[in-house]
């Protein structure tokens, strides 16, 4: 099993880079480290919000609310500091990662407490969120101008050649894989998915373990409320509208399985970093953008049958069959 | 989620009267709350109580209800198709496509509903043929299917459609009864008869309580469930023909967002997100409800991103309230 899964990783890794070589071809300069820097800038905020929602696939749930707690967040940060210049950043960060992990605590506690199934839970909040958002801001956007300087420059300022937005991403990337593989948590996550009844068993408590995952999640999602904010300048209602699909494809593009205990944080990255590369490539090599929604649908239904495949391979049929039932139910 | 599934195999050594249990039965409660809008609603605003303002809000559900039938019967089997919002999307395009090219009524018609059958296949090949979750094939289809109709019209949109070719979405079969509210009325008890009259029906039932003892009694799971794919992107099809022909136009945008209220319309007339139980009269009175809500909000000036947080928050209480009621029991 772990060799399929480092081969899942490695084979992702020589798919991007013959993309970037193919499309390297088409436009010169594509592969140039100043690009690829750019493009995983670009994606910084995918692999954030990826390595979110993994952590809550990971307990065989899933989070739909991840886009709406972000947009909502995003509009109370930019509110907050419109309204009053004079806040230090650090604490409208701590800030839109507390009302995050709020948001997320909601979701985690109607799944934990009165076990409602998590893609009806987060169905609900993610209308309920971006309603929220709207009620908050009246309808109305918060521009560039309203923003502080130092809200706005610190996730661009270039630290060691890379903006710090990117240096986030990368330091969440190692605590995501420290908390997922060295902390009774992340173990408890896999074990919680993996196989629920020897989990109960293990002594772990399933449900505070999915509660937790969720407010993982939403804190992520928070903290992305924030950058998103901030690197776009802009806060409006729709803000990140249907991107909590992006992270699930990236999820599932990186080999994370749905049925829940399956799946490295270097996948997820990897696939938040393949749709970031098709995202970032189409308009070099003159595809029109819209065909960029159809691309990554293909994409998520290949990678699909590839995972179905390579779970299959591991003669976990009967327990996949049942697990993948009981979620998608 | 396994305390879920066994909670769901209890059977009680005694059942309780037909009548009380028809009395406490999820679909009487959801009635009594959509009466209690119905009253609420004639107090709070004086336009309420008009003929012709009731039959225009039925529009609000009649589309979205005929998807929800036949995703009811999904759900029930276990499965859930997210793509039918981006099935509308396409079947919409193509038939904005074949009406570019002069294209006349029937020929559209057609179009619209074979694109919707032809998407369901995909999806039920997909699921049943490669016995991949429903959930995430869905999502990726869902992105293919409106990524295609942004591949064809961009920021474009289709608006010449014949003039015959409104009265699916504008047209009245007799006084206020419009055309989409009595298809939406036929379409009803169709399904109804499918589900609760039907071998077909039993055999989506059990399915979804148990897929191997279903299979072990010799029910053809894939069949069954890629029928249920292929009659999902039908009923697609056919609301495409109905909101496309309302609307008069097409963007690719069209119908965003609609799987989750399809799925929150489903779930809200009581069928089981984890499988095996629902009634279509539920989702028949879970449409009135969402449509009865949304129009009296709409009368009062509330905002439609508003509204929906009032059909999230139904969704969540409406599935909340049943398992705190029973959690209050087992205490005492």
């Known amino acids: ?329 | 989620m396994s305390d879920v599934v066994s909670a769901k195999r209890v059977i009680p050594d005694r059942l309780g009267s037909r009548t009380s249990r028809l009395l406490a039965s999820w679909e009487v409660l959801l009635f009594g709350v959509a009466v209690l809008i119905f009253v609420f609603n004639s107090f709070a605003s004086p336009y309420f109580l008009n003929a012709w303002n009731l039959s225009d809000a039925t529009f609000n559900f009649t589309e979205k209800a005929m998807i929800a039938f036949a995703m009811a019967l999904l759900v029930i089997a276990g499965e859930i198709d997210l793509s039918v919002a981006a099935i509308i999307a396409l079947a919409s395009t193509a038939m904005g496509a074949a009406a570019q090219a002069g294209i006349g009524t029937p020929g559209l018609v057609a179009i619209g509903i074979g694109t919707g059958l032809v998407c369901g296949a995909f999806n039920g090949l997909l699921v049943a043929g490669l016995r991949l979750p429903s959930i995430v094939v869905t999502i990726g289809t869902m992105s293919l299917f409106r990524g295609i109709s942004y591949i064809v019209l961009g920021d474009q949109a289709y608006g010449k459609y014949p003039a015959s070719f409104a009265y699916f979405g504008q047209g009245y079969v007799a006084w206020v009864f419009s055309f989409e509210f009595v298809l939406f009325i036929v379409l009803a008890a169709a399904f109804g008869i499918l589900l609760h009259a039907t071998n077909f029906g039993r055999q989506v039932y059990v399915i979804g309580n148990n897929e191997f003892a279903a299979r072990f009694s010799g029910i053809p799971v894939e069949r069954v469930k890629f029928i249920l794919f292929l009659l999902t992107g039908l009923m697609a099809g056919v609301a495409s023909v109905c909101l496309t022909s309302r609307l008069g136009s097409t963007r690719p945008s069209i119908a965003q967002g609609w799987e989750l209220e399809v799925v929150t319309m489903v779930v809200l007339g009581g069928v089981s997100i984890l499988g095996g139980a629902g009634t279509i009269a539920g989702v028949v009175i879970a449409a009135f409800v969402m449509g009865l809500v949304t129009f009296g909000l709409g009368l009062l000036n509330v905002p439609g991103i508003v509204m929906s947080i009032f059909v999230g928050l139904l969704l969540i209480i409406t599935i909340a309230i049943p398992i705190i009621a029973r959690r209050i029991k087992e205490m005492s």
């Open chain 1, 1 to 329: 099993m772990n060799r399929l899964l480092k081969n899942r990783e490695i084979l992702l890794t020589i798919i991007i880079a013959l993309m970037i070589a193919g499309f390297s071809t088409r436009a010169p300069g594509f592969a140039e480290p100043g690009n690829l820097a750019n493009i995983f800038n670009d994606t910084s905020i995918l692999i954030i919000l990826a390595l979110g929602q993994m952590t809550v696939i990971l307990t065989k749930s899933i989070d739909l609310s991840v886009a709406a707690n972000l947009a909502f967040t995003g509009m109370a940060v930019a509110m907050t500091n419109a309204a009053y210049p004079d806040l230090p950043l650090a604490l409208l960060i701590v800030m839109a990662i507390g009302i995050g992990a709020f948001l997320g605590a909601i979701n985690g506690y109607l799944v934990w407490a009165l076990r409602i199934p998590p893609i009806v839970v987060t169905l609900g909040t993610l209308t309920i969120y971006r309603g929220m958002a709207f009620v908050l801001s009246g309808g109305g956007w918060v521009n560039a101008h309203q923003m502080g300087p130092t809200f706005l420059n610190i996730p661009r300022m270039p630290v060691l050649g890379l903006p710090i937005l990117s240096w986030i991403a990368i330091l969440i990337v190692l605590g995501a894989w420290f908390v997922l593989n060295r902390l009774p948590f992340g173990r408890a996550a896999y074990a919680s998915g993996g196989n629920p009844t020897a989990a109960i068993y293990a002594g772990i408590d399933i449900g505070w373990t999915k509660f937790l995952a969720f407010v993982v999640s939403g804190a992520l999602a928070g903290l992305s409320g924030y950058l998103w904010v901030s690197r776009y300048a802009v806060a409006y209602v729709d803000i990140a509208a249907g991107f909590e699909l992006d992270t699930v494809a990236a999820c599932v593009i990186g080999g994370i399985s749905i049925a829940g205990g399956i799946g490295s944080v270097a996948g997820a990255v990897l696939g938040a970093l393949f749709l970031g590369v098709i995202k970032n490539a189409l308009p070099v090599i003159g595809i029109s953008p819209f065909a960029q929604m159809a691309i990554s649908g293909i994409v998520i239904v290949l990678a699909v049958v590839f995972n179905a495949r390579a779970e299959r391979k591991a003669g976990r049929i009967i327990l996949r069959d049942r697990g993948a039932r009981e979620v998608s139910a």
